[in-house]
């Protein structure tokens, strides 16, 4: 089955973004291997506010890839993207049960945690930078019970970034 | 010189405690060397909760170790305490010209907070817990200046906690 994977790089503290929004601290490793990491996902999942996020950026949409946005607060979204509405359980697991690469979380917090409490996530891809921000926007919003993990790997990179991946213990 | 170390566990998404300030969720890796981890040091540093939570937890003091409380709105400490007033940066600068082993200190979020603003802290060990919370207590409260780090090394365990140690870049 196509796993449903959250990547993100996170603050020594627990921050996936500053205050203010900033990722100015997220410093791409040149070790990593970002290409060959993508050729792993053929769709994305965005919640309604980093579908905003990546929009106001004005970022393209990767090649290759189908972007949802799971919201069902939103009546329209740009033609790269296909809204998903309903009940977020279901539209995801019919996502999954089409052919295809693994489906990449875009963003954290809100989407993350639904995700979370629904079980739908697989695994957890961890970049953790050598920086503490003091404040900001958490990887996860409340969650309605924990998550317990399984540590996978582990990557050091020359940067002092340092990669974790886990399993998600399925509920 | 003496090395000022902050070392704790952290839950995956950045908590060191849970939102009722559970630590059920800390689990002590059978690998882990609590005691040859102690015996680096002869001083604990508490801010005023931490303090009065490991008072109110009823927890012995560590046998060898002077503990110190830094606090100006406490006016007595137990007998196995000894409370520094005043400037802090002064107060743990002249802890720190004593002769001795390496200082910890004991807690998170508001002591580690001032001192790592005050440049004080050497030395970060944080021991992540393949958990998340959803919420609870940060690693610190909010920071005047964001903090580099350097990474120094990465310890995996059984259990699949990993020790990560970095060194704090003095400003």
Chains 1, 2 share one sequence.
Do not use: C
């Amino acid at each position: 089955m196509r796993k449903i994977v959250a990547g993100f790089a996170i603050s020594l503290d627990g921050y996936i973004e500053g205050p203010q929004g900033e990722y100015d601290w997220i410093i791409m490793d040149q070790e990593f291997d970002f290409t060959g990491h993508l050729k792993k996902f053929d769709t994305f999942l965005f919640g309604r506010k980093s579908y905003e996020k990546f929009r106001r950026a004005g970022n393209p949409s990767f090649p290759g890839i189908t972007n949802y946005v799971i919201s069902n607060s939103l009546d329209s979204v740009d033609k790269t993207f296909i809204l998903a509405k309903g009940d977020p359980k279901k539209t995801i697991e019919k996502i999954r049960e089409q052919k295809g690469k693994d489906i990449a979380v875009y963003g954290g917090a809100n989407l993350l945690s639904s995700l979370l409490d629904l079980d739908l996530i697989d695994e957890i891809q961890m970049t953790i930078i050598p920086v503490m921000l003091g404040s900001g926007k958490p990887m996860v919003a409340t969650l309605r019970k924990r998550a317990h993990l399984t540590l996978i790997e582990v990557k050091k990179f020359g940067s002092g970034a340092v990669q974790l991946i886990y399993q998600v213990k399925h509920k």
